[in-house]
């Protein structure tokens, strides 16, 4: 085992948190806000990229290993907790929006995880974080939500988190599934997955999905959320009053057509 061997419970139904034992001195990272809770005699400490051992040495090595994550969109930093103490000692992290918390054990995975560049919550310090490349252009540029994906690899346990309710999926050898980018967690290293055009002017413009699915084709399994968080803000920011705007029958057919026509025009 190249990663530290750490225990774990799960708390909670749809609002979770993971509760981590640590023995003495050994480490779990994390991204930076996700912190709950922890015992006394847990020492904090802010690092570049993810303290894996394969990062590299000197200051290069970790401004590598932290641009990985900028290119992801997350933090240059992330946070180690270490038990300082001589007995078993307990931190905990909770999942920034509802949905499910899931243990992901990489030496039950081949060694890597290809998971959504924000569904990273935490892991066994030595686990590297960093970027899955598609080879294919298009992916990248015309992925959409999720398409910068990010990549969990070593021997230790991760969690990564999901909206809504998770679904887990075993693609047979050659079987494909589409799904909307923004329900995509994760996937084992094994499956093939390319971005599909949506086909037809109207479904495009009016159906009110994005332009374009994951399409991934087995063998291997995939991980999906029912509740993306974009889509979840999205709602909330369509729903909520404008600056300047006025409550006149939100949510009926007149406040549609009220809004449809300008509403107050001062």
Excluded at 24 to 45: F, R, Y
């Amino acid at each position: 085992m190249n990663n530290h061997e750490i225990d774990y419970e799960l708390h909670g139904d749809d609002m979770q948190f993971v509760e981590v034992e640590l023995d003495p001195q050994e480490t779990v990272i994390a991204e930076a806000g996700s912190l709950m809770m922890m015992d006394e005699e847990i020492q904090m400490e802010t690092i570049f990229g993810d303290g894996a051992s394969n990062q590299g040495s000197g200051i290069m090595g970790k401004l590598l290993g932290a641009g990985k994550r900028v290119i992801t969109g997350e933090s240059l930093f992330m946070t180690t907790f270490t038990n300082d103490g001589t007995g078993k000692k307990h931190v905990s992290f909770a999942s920034p929006f509802p949905g499910k918390i899931m243990p992901m054990d990489l030496s039950e995975l081949n060694g890597k995880l290809v998971c959504q560049k924000d569904a990273f919550l935490a892991a066994a310090k030595g686990v590297s974080v960093g970027v899955e490349f598609q080879k294919k252009a298009g992916v990248g540029f015309f992925g959409g939500e999720g398409f910068i994906m990010q990549k969990l690899e070593g021997d230790g346990m991760a969690f990564v988190h999901a909206g809504g309710t998770m679904h887990k999926k075993q693609l047979a050898p050659g079987e494909t599934l589409r799904v909307d980018t923004g329900c995509l967690v994760a996937m084992t290293q094994d499956i093939n997955y390319d971005v599909a055009f949506v086909g037809g002017v109207k479904t495009a413009l009016f159906g009110g999905e994005g332009l374009f699915f994951a399409t991934l084709r087995g063998p291997g399994t995939v991980w999906v959320q029912s509740l993306p968080f974009s889509r979840l803000a999205s709602r909330v920011f369509a729903s909520a009053p404008q600056e300047g705007g006025s409550d006149k029958g939100e949510g009926s057919i007149a406040g549609g057509l009220y809004n449809l026509f300008g509403g107050d025009r001062r």
